[in-house]
């Protein structure tokens, strides 16, 4: 058990250390291993312990807000009340939580696979969902449909942390609800 609680506060260390060197340099290609065990405290091999290199360490961040945004919706999907704004404020929440380190993922190309599976676990949970009756019944149409409109509420979120958007996160989430919203009624 002893070892299980020292991985986990390990990882937490790598975890914020990498975040800390990716805020300082703004630039995700200039963190090195290195720097972050030096400044995490630990040995090189406890890093490659948990982490092949740094992009590892960079899907494990995308990977716990998939798992964070897979659990909240499968909570979401569960209820009969279709008000999606808690829903959206939870993940707007965790973006902004983690901002500066999310935006230089977004912005050095990487997460064109992290995109993807954001894509697909929302697909997958609302094209089961009947009440968005302004969806095809007809399936190949309605997964368009809802490729199109994720597409569109994954390229806005994306847009912020490029800096494209000029609006806050919050406004953000007001912006897909109403979209949301209009699919419903």
Do not use: C
Request: net charge negative; no cysteine; glycine share 2%.
């Amino acid at each position: 058990m002893k070892e299980y609680r020292n991985a986990i506060r390990s990882k937490k260390m790598i975890k914020e250390a990498f975040a800390k060197l990716v805020n300082e340099k703004q630039s995700i290609e200039k963190v090195t291993v290195k720097e972050i065990v030096e400044l995490a405290d630990i040995s090189k091999s406890t890093f490659y312990a948990h982490y092949d290199d740094i992009y590892d360490l960079i899907e494990e961040f995308e990977n716990e807000f998939i798992n964070y945004l897979e659990n909240e919706m499968d909570e979401f999907m569960s209820k009969p009340s279709k008000d999606f704004f808690p829903y959206i404020q939870k993940m707007t929440n965790l973006l902004k939580e983690n901002e500066k380190t999310y935006k230089l993922i977004v912005s050095t190309g990487i997460p064109s696979h992290f995109i993807h599976k954001l894509k697909n676990i929302i697909n997958k949970r609302v094209s089961k969902d009947t009440s968005f009756t302004h969806l095809s019944n007809d399936l190949p149409t309605r997964k368009a449909q809802l490729d199109f409109v994720v597409s569109g509420i994954i390229g806005v979120i994306e847009d912020y942390f490029t800096g494209t958007i000029q609006i806050s996160l919050d406004e953000i989430g007001v912006v897909i609800n109403k979209i949301l919203l209009q699919l419903i009624r």
